[in-house]
């Protein structure tokens, strides 16, 4: 469990003035002994990914909402695509909340909260067309907080970080009814990178030349429609079509052992 943390904290959190938010409301400091009972399900808490000072170095988008399942999975791989490709930005990571995706980027030094809300703001006008946009529409407390995964969430189910190849598996109901094993949470997420400060200012800049926002324009970036992997050894890529031995081979290659997601009857 002190690698998992260790692993979070290196990719979403900050060392120093972490919170979270009890069930009265009231903001607490997230100490390693409460993050250790969040992520085993003894107390589930909704972390601050904001400092009081109003910086994140977590951008989370959710795609998510009643039905839609394979259309809300589609739309993630689009702009997961879109962010390494098209924006040559490291891989991000990929989660299911229970009742929704999540795609996590994190960034090595923090950025003020306007500018990460501006960017995720972009990256859905840029990269999904708008009669495709579904998109969650993500309050202000949705990009502030979040039941870091894994967790147990009060429907019953876990939150957790899934390899992108397995995301089409949860189409019909992103979560699962069993703890993940944290040596398998720990094994998605510690090949992840950081996107550096200059990677982030070269893609908000592209982005925001795109829309109009900046006096010297880049070149349009091209809307991605699907993704393009084709085989799970692609570093980085998200993949809708993956075979289940190649899931399982990927797995095996990181000394991680494929659990079942329900309990069989």
């Known amino acids: 469990m002190h690698k998992l943390i260790s692993e979070l904290t290196r990719l979403y959190l900050f060392d120093e003035q972490q919170h979270y938010v009890d069930g009265e409301g009231g903001v607490q400091p997230l100490t390693p002994a409460v993050l250790a009972r969040h992520l ?19 951008l989370v988008l959710e795609f998510g909402g009643k039905g839609g399942g394979e ?10 695509n879109a962010v390494q490709h098209e924006l040559d930005l490291p891989a991000p990571a990929v989660s299911i909340s229970g009742t929704a995706f999540q795609l996590w980027l994190s960034l090595a030094t923090p950025v003020p ?9 972009l990256l859905r006008s840029t990269f999904l067309p708008a009669s495709t946009d ?11 907080q979040v039941a870091l995964p894994p967790s147990l969430q009060p429907s019953g189910k876990w939150a957790a970080f899934i390899h992108p190849s397995m995301g089409a598996a949860f189409v019909d109901e992103p979560g699962l009814d069993m703890p ?40 349009p970036v091209p ?31 990181r000394n991680i052992e494929p659990t079942f997601r329900h309990r069989l009857p």
Not at 71 to 80: D, E, G, K, R
Not at 113 to 121: D, E, G, I, K, S
Not at 134 to 144: M, R
Request: hydrophobic share 50%; net charge negative.
């Open 40 to 58: 085993s399900g003894e107390q589930t808490v909704a972390v601050r990914l904001v400092t009081g000072s109003g910086l994140t170095r977590a």
């Open 71 to 80: 259309a809300h999975w589609s739309a993630l791989c689009t702009i997961a």
């Open 113 to 121: 909260v306007a500018q990460a809300r501006q960017f995720v703001q």
């Open 134 to 144: 579904i998109l969650a529409a993500a309050p202000p407390a949705d990009v502030e």
């Open 180 to 219: 993940p094993p944290p040596s398998a949470q720990l094994g998605f997420l510690e090949s992840l990178r950081s996107i550096n400060p200059a990677q982030f200012a070269q893609a908000l800049a592209k982005l925001q030349g795109h829309a109009g926002l900046s006096e010297s324009s880049p070149a």
């Open 223 to 253: 809307v991605v429609t699907s993704p393009v992997a084709s085989s799970v050894s692609a570093s980085g890529l998200l993949l809708q079509d993956a075979t289940l031995e190649d899931i399982v081979r990927w797995l095996h290659a």
